[in-house]
């Protein structure tokens, strides 16, 4: 895997998949709580009492949002653009704002998400294969595709072929119809692109890319 010097104001692809291939998501409330410690631990301080902060992210997250202090988010090091989680692996797209950001997000992210794995299923050791893998968009065409690579991997799903936009661990609908995620998601670089916020041309874009990029 390509090394890179990452250095602020760039995007990257980061994806990893489970050990051996395995599963890293086995119901909907682990899927949950990655989706949670992603836009939570934006946060470049360490935040308190995370359990209950995931129950009341669950049980009303439109609330949970709609309430969160995001001044918080004002000095964060890393902006999560775009993200998929799918059976045995994730991506996301990361705009580094400050230096070493992703790397220091990424380590939070995927220890606590496997504290949380390794406690909840009473097993122990590593749940991802590795580190994680980065591509480094090099032009906005590239980060373009980047995102549209990302929003096609469902895909894959069984019962989601050509129906990408039903997927609910995506952020291809906060991309075309209403952000879900307030300020925790922030995909305004990709869909300012494409005649303003919500507009079909980026679906039919993503709907469009060439194979080409999709082999990442």
Not at 35 to 58: A, G, S, Y
Not at 88 to 112: T, V
Not at 146 to 171: A, C, Q, T
Request: with cysteine.
């Amino acid at each position: 895997m390509k090394r890179y010097n990452i250095a602020p104001d760039e995007f990257l692809h980061i994806y990893n998949r489970g050990i051996a291939k395995s599963a890293i998501f086995f119901n909907d409330r682990d899927r949950k709580r990655f989706v949670f410690l992603m836009m939570i631990l934006q946060v470049p301080e360490t935040m308190k009492n995370t359990d209950r902060m995931f129950k009341d992210f669950i049980s009303d997250p439109d609330t949970y949002i709609k309430n969160f202090e995001f001044e918080k988010l004002r000095n964060r090091a890393v902006e999560l653009i775009s993200f998929c989680l799918m059976p045995n692996h994730f991506h996301l797209l990361l705009h580094e704002i400050k230096e070493s950001g992703i790397s220091k997000y990424m380590q939070r992210l995927q220890n606590a998400y496997t504290k949380y794995i390794n406690i909840k299923y009473d097993r122990s050791g590593h749940l991802f294969q590795g580190a994680y893998k980065a591509v480094l968009a090099e032009s906005n065409e590239q980060l373009l595709y980047l995102s549209s690579y990302i929003h096609r991997n469902p895909r894959e799903v069984k019962g989601f072929k050509n129906k990408e936009l039903e997927y609910f661990w995506s952020s291809y609908q906060d991309c075309v119809l209403v952000n879900r995620w307030g300020e925790f998601l922030a995909p305004e670089i990709i869909i300012l692109q494409f005649s303003g916020k919500n507009s079909d041309t980026y679906k039919n874009f993503v709907e469009t890319s060439p194979a080409k990029y999709n082999k990442i």
